[in-house]
């Protein structure tokens, strides 16, 4: 892996293991995108590519331009469009200079851009990582002039495929329970978007993640471009096609009702887009962002780790907590086999509904007469973790604080609140509100000596404006983004050892913004086990399924959903493909079930050491089967374990062999687990056996599914 500048034709070589992206600084200093794709060893065998046309406009047509500015002949969407004090409205950025530094795990390559007339630079810089076919670029537009500028388009960055080839966009939408649902297109001429403009990004709308191929690659052959923006607010992908047959991918802040305004010396550093290219399919991709986050992006103290078994207070007692309550149930928590017990909504001042208190965190006294200290000591000396969900960003308008800060709330004077669950969203971009919120979580930390902390947000943003608000209403949308993460940041800072969930109405921070700082997410609202696995197979794609958060990943029955009633087995093996918690009210449950959940959490703490540390491979989709089987293959590649669900199988029908990936051909391995049907209906577990890893990857091994809620454990190991 290296960045290389050669002086003599003015080429930027990024090589990646096996990919490389090349730029170029033509005769005009413009800075110009060569190629990006599969490895190359010689950039010079590489040129400047112009449209065919017979006439002299391609001359002057700034083709794959890196960063697109509108000036001149360049009628693409602009990844930057400046507004000077004169009125002018466009930008032409030409190359200053660059420099390259290099880290133990990585290099970084800037690029300093400057307006051939007025003093505004833009610095594009571009992460590599050691090991891993992804660039992060992103750009700092500086304002080195007298007079403001203000911007209207400040995007992170471009990315080109392959000039004059058709390619097909798989991007994620959806809605609440109903997140990460892939759709495939073929992009045509024209422009095509995936944005939000909710203020909450990811997971019940759009994703801020995409991927495009040739329109035949497949999970494990063909090439892949793909691309996730690092943030949790707003944010636009743009996908143009214009008569060139150039695809171009643009990313970053939304322009929606939104722009910044620089004054004199002042910057705006855009979100990362983080961009790879994989030659083996969409599988090699998803491997890459996992040891993108392993390695790299998640917080590297704790990802590692063993992440505990969760019990959640809402699903006995929903809002009606107290200290007795919760003092007594901590018994039935260690003796199902979890390890974390959070109190839910429902603890602090006031708080019995939906409608008030929110904002107010403090302790009931009337529920918690001695705070939540005794209920945080009895469980730490029972060797159980302690956690709280809170909700930060929201207020009710029946609280102590909407009384003393009304004006704190995102609103326009003249127009009555639209509410979500009844609640308000305080305007975080404020510095104020933000060391509110800080000081809130902070204090909640350290006085109750949390384990873990889940946060909440339950509303989009509406209104968004503040009549106090110390700058132009119309960065708010930025600025709250921004401050969000930097809360986010110090208080990983502060405790290093806390767990934090983001939990957003579902998934609805599912990105790469947050998945610096969380530990877990919030994957959905919706725990039906059959919608789960579409659910799942979706998250996992981009994000580690370590990560797959939620208060109850082994779900009541029937589910409140669907109504589906689902065998406990069912749901028990599908919690152990996530982060395992439990959401049956163990108040209610007969003795039989509790011992049964227990033997199943028992088995999850023998495999989770594999399951936490693994890529995920698709063997057969939940989104084109009535089976799906996935395998979590520990990064080492020692040991897998094969998960096999049945929803809906008819006929009788057997699956093909599953052929594994990614072990190593040459070791031994330990299969166990297999369960072989035969014709009279009797099942029973076929004996434990050897073979090497070309076998088990080439032969494969047979699984057999049958009916509705089946479901099956197989464990590969080293010998």
């Known amino acids: 892996m290296s960045i290389i ?54 001359r002057t047509y700034p083709y794959r331009e890196e960063y697109i500015a509108r000036g001149k002949t360049s009628f693409d969407e602009p990844c930057i469009l400046p507004e000077f004090s004169d009125g002018t409205r466009d930008t032409r950025l030409i190359y200053k200079s660059h420099s390259i530094t290099k880290f133990d795990d990585g290099e970084l390559l800037s690029i300093l851009m400057e307006d051939e007339f007025y003093p505004f630079m833009v610095e594009l810089r571009y992460r590599i990582y050691d090991g891993l076919d992804l660039i992060s670029k992103n750009a700092v537009i500086t304002n080195n002039g007298s007079d403001s500028v203000k911007l209207t388009r400040m995007k992170s960055g471009t990315m080109y495929t392959h000039w004059g080839r058709p390619m097909r966009l798989m991007y994620f939408s959806g809605r609440w329970g109903r997140e990460y649902q892939k759709e495939y297109i073929d992009l045509q001429k024209g422009r095509f978007v995936i944005d939000n403009r909710r203020g909450t990004c990811a997971g019940p709308n759009f994703v801020p993640f995409y991927a495009l191929d040739e329109g035949c690659t497949t999970e494990t052959s063909g090439g892949v471009w793909y691309g996730t923006l690092h943030w949790s607010g707003n944010f636009k992908i743009e996908f143009e096609q214009p008569y060139t047959n150039q695809v171009c991918v643009t990313a970053g802040v939304n322009d929606f009702d939104c722009e910044i305004v620089l004054k004199a010396g002042e910057y705006f550093e855009t979100p990362l887009f983080t961009i790879g290219y994989s030659d083996g399919g969409y599988e090699k991709m998803s491997e890459t962002l996992y040891d993108f986050q392993f390695d790299f992006l998640a917080p590297q103290n704790k990802v590692h780790n063993i992440f505990p078994i969760i ?87 029946n609280s102590d604080l909407f009384k003393k800060h009304p004006e704190w709330v995102l609103h326009y004077p003249n127009r009555s609140r ?18 509110f919120v800080f000081n809130a979580v902070d204090t909640i930390i350290s006085e109750f000596n949390l384990d873990y902390v889940k946060w909440d ?163 057969a989709s939940a989104f084109d089967n009535s089976y799906t089987v996935w395998e979590y293959l520990k990064r080492d590649k020692s040991a897998a374990i094969i998960f096999v669900f049945a929803h809906g199988m008819n006929f009788r029908d057997v699956p093909p062999r599953m052929r594994l990936r990614g072990l190593n051909a040459e070791k031994m391995y330990r299969v166990s687990g297999i369960e072989h049907y035969f014709e009279d209906g009797f099942r029973e577990e076929v004996p434990e056996y050897t073979s090497k890893g070309d076998a088990l990857m080439n032969f494969g091994v047979q699984v057999e599914p049958r009916g509705d809620y089946d479901c099956q454990i197989i464990k590969i190991k080293e010998v």
């Open 457 to 619: 947000m339950n509303s989009y943003f509406s209104e968004v404006g503040d009549p106090e608000y110390n700058g132009n209403q119309k960065e708010i949308w930025i600025r709250y983004t921004q401050n969000l993460l930097d809360v986010w940041k110090t208080l990983n800072e502060k405790y290093p050892k806390v767990l934090f969930e983001c939990c957003a109405h579902g998934g609805a921070r599912s990105d790469y913004g947050m998945a610096r700082y969380s530990d877990r997410i919030n994957r959905s609202d919706n725990a039906d086990p059959i919608d789960v696995l579409k659910l799942h197979e979706g998250f996992s794609t981009y994000l580690l399924s370590k990560l797959a958060g939620g208060a109850g990943n082994i779900s009541p029955s029937p589910n409140g959903i669907n109504g589906r009633k689902v065998p406990l087995k069912f749901r028990a093996f599908l919690g152990m493909t996530g982060s395992m918690s439990v959401g049956i009210n163990l108040l209610k449950a007969p003795a039989e079930e509790i011992a049964e959940i227990k033997n199943y959490l028992d088995e999850y703490k023998r495999i989770r050491d594999i399951t936490q540390n693994a890529y995920v491979y698709r063997l």
């Open 5 to 58: 500048f050669n002086k003599d034709d003015k080429k930027f070589s990024i090589q990646l293991p096996s990919s490389s992206y090349f730029l170029q600084i033509d005769e005009e200093g413009a800075l110009r995108n060569l190629y990006w794709g599969k490895k190359i060893d010689r950039p010079t065998d590489t040129m400047l590519e112009v449209p065919v046309s017979n006439s002299s406009f391609s």
């Open 418 to 435: 639209t509410k979500f669950t009844h609640q308000c969203v305080l305007n975080l971009a404020r510095e104020d509100v933000k060391e």
């Open 311 to 397: 019990y959640n207070s809402w699903y006995p007692y929903e809002m009606n907590v107290n200290e007795e309550k919760c003092l007594s149930f901590l018994d039935k928590v260690k003796e199902v086999g979890a390890e974390l017990f959070v109190i839910d909504d429902g603890w602090f001042k006031g708080r019995t509904s939906q409608l008030s208190s929110l904002g107010d965190w403090e302790v009931d006294k009337e529920k918690f007469p001695n705070g939540l200290k005794p209920i945080s000591d009895k469980a730490h000396s029972m060797g159980l973790l302690f956690g709280l969900w809170i909700e930060p960003e929201m207020v009710n308008e």
